[in-house]
């Protein structure tokens, strides 16, 4: 039987090198959600949200970040604590703080707006039910704890079984990509993350094989992300592009939706992830692609094709 809700909440998951050194000290003081949940600051707490809802939710992570003129430069450091009334020990957060109250305040929003415990104050927290002994060990130990960081994309995570959060949607921080005007308007969305209306667009397609196949082999590792773009006429998904790395250098797989092809959608869209992996500074020699040969020859002068 379907779930009829999902347990969701938004965030700005950190980026190695700096998740690396907040899970250090996750470990060293013993959080208990270390393994469970990313490092990151937290914009909106779980939420239970109706499955009828999601595609609301969808919407307003990506209005959310296309209102943001770019990425988020923050500090995270020193740490602190909200004790007495709350046994967390956190890092504090600064940086463009109004930039960031206002991300949080765009994405606060029903479906994804929820009654408060605590007024929201902006952290990346440490450990969550810490004894009051470790924690004020720790303020006293890592006083001089600050590093810097950009973060560049908005999350939506969903709780799964061992109550583990994993990405469900993201998106870029920054405008979306408009191409043409009016009704017929493509709006392109940047994250790394397929999300549920573009997976079951790629279902419908046929292509659950491409999806399949990327996501196994993507590389975690910083610059070489997983790129994903998706693009939508008057809010519905008509196609999505993919790229990654492996072993044998890029990969790329473009997708558009069974009724809307030959309209020039799919082109627009290896323009873009083409562009976009340049910018990640993949520099790649070869970008295998994968689906219709015809297609990359015909509209890219770099891409091989491999099936």
Sequence with gaps: MPATRRRLGVALLLDPPVAAAVDGLRLAVGDPSLGRVASHITLVPPVNVRADQLGAALGCVRAAAGGQPGPLRLTLGPPATFLPDNPVLYLEVGGDLDALRALRD???VAPLERTLSWPW????TVADSAEEGRIAAAVTA????????TIGRLVLLQEGSGRIWRPLA?????????VGTGGLALEI????????EVLRMIDEAGATAIESRGRASVSEDPPLFPIVLSVR???????????WRADDGGHVAVIVAGDVRHQGIGGTLLAHVEAAVTAAGWECPVLHAH???????????WSVPAG
Excluded at 233 to 243: M, T
Excluded at 291 to 301: I, L, M, N, T
């Design 233 to 243: 006429r008057e809010g519905a998904v008509v196609g999505a592009a993919r790229a």
């Design 291 to 301: 689906g219709p040969a015809g297609f990359y020859q015909a509209r890219s002068g």
């Design 106 to 108: 765009a994405v606060f």
């Design 121 to 124: 104050i902006p952290h990346a």
């Design 142 to 149: 890592l006083d001089r704890f600050a590093v810097v960081t």
């Design 170 to 178: 993201d998106a870029a921080l920054g405008p979306p990509a408009i």
């Design 189 to 196: 969305t940047t994250g790394r993350t397929l999300d549920p």
